[in-house]
């Protein structure tokens, strides 16, 4: 089945620090992809989506400016929390949709994750 | 309000036993609905995707009702590797953009010997 990578799967890193996440869609071409944010005990929070090519639509009271998304290619997004602070440390997470097939359905494949930590 | 919305957790079950989940959304015009699996510190995964018709799985049934916005997940003869988190989404549909997932904040069932 179709695979999503991210990297690095854990990241230590001192306040005032920029971090870089990667989200790879392994063999397939995603148009979309999604990142989410999840702290402990509460649900996936959607925080971008990002087309190929185009700039990413960001949510709702998500600062675009402090979560820098790149999607360069089909296959790889990139998420830059520039200077993080202690409450940015979560588990991020990549999803990549792939393009409709013949039979219009689409499907959302998601990565491992990210846990961030910023001391 | 939240757009989805679930059973607050957590669901403590000896093994055999038979569980309920519920959820509601709040946006009608919600197109797709799905159950989702997350273990700890993974990613969540795809259990089953909810139709119309309602649609079972092995030990597991979906239910949809459009009409008052719910949906259920029962699991039946619960084994200890079901333990786990278990997320409510919908498909909220953005014009020109395709859909988006919109998540509840989970139930979390743990299942006892």
């Known amino acids: 089945g179709a695979v999503v990578s991210q990297h690095p799967s854990r990241v230590i890193c001192k306040s005032g620090t920029s971090v870089k996440i990667e989200c790879r869609s392994l063999?397939?071409?995603?148009?979309?992809m999604f990142w989410y944010r999840q702290f402990p005990k509460q649900s996936l929070m959607l925080m971008a989506t990002?087309?190929?090519?185009?700039?990413?639509?960001?949510e709702q009271g998500v600062e675009k400016d402090k979560f820098l998304i790149n999607h360069a290619s089909l296959t790889l997004s990139t998420l830059t929390v520039t200077s993080a602070h202690p409450e940015d440390s979560s588990f991020y997470i990549c999803s990549a949709r792939d393009i409709p097939g013949l039979a219009g359905w689409e499907t959302q494949y998601f990565g491992p994750g990210t846990r961030l930590l910023v001391l | 309000r939240k757009e989805v919305e679930q059973d607050p957790g957590p669901f403590n079950v000896p093994e055999g036993a038979t569980v309920a989940f519920n959820c509601t959304y709040s946006n009608s015009a919600s197109q797709s609905f799905f159950w989702y699996r997350q273990d700890c510190r993974k990613e969540p995964k795809l259990l089953m995707s909810?139709?119309?018709s309602g649609n079972e799985d092995g030990r597991f049934t979906a239910q949809l009702n459009r009409a008052s916005q719910y949906i259920s997940l029962l699991i039946r003869d619960s084994k200890l590797s079901d333990s786990a988190t278990y997320l409510c989404?919908?498909?909220?549909?953005?014009?020109?953009?395709?859909?988006?997932?919109?998540f509840g904040q989970g139930t979390e069932l743990s299942v006892k010997p």
């Open positions: 063999d397939f071409q995603a148009t979309t």
């Open positions: 909810v139709y119309s």
């Open positions: 989404v919908v498909k909220s549909m953005i014009y020109n953009q395709g859909g988006k997932l919109i």
């Open positions: 990002s087309n190929e090519g185009s700039k990413a639509t960001y």
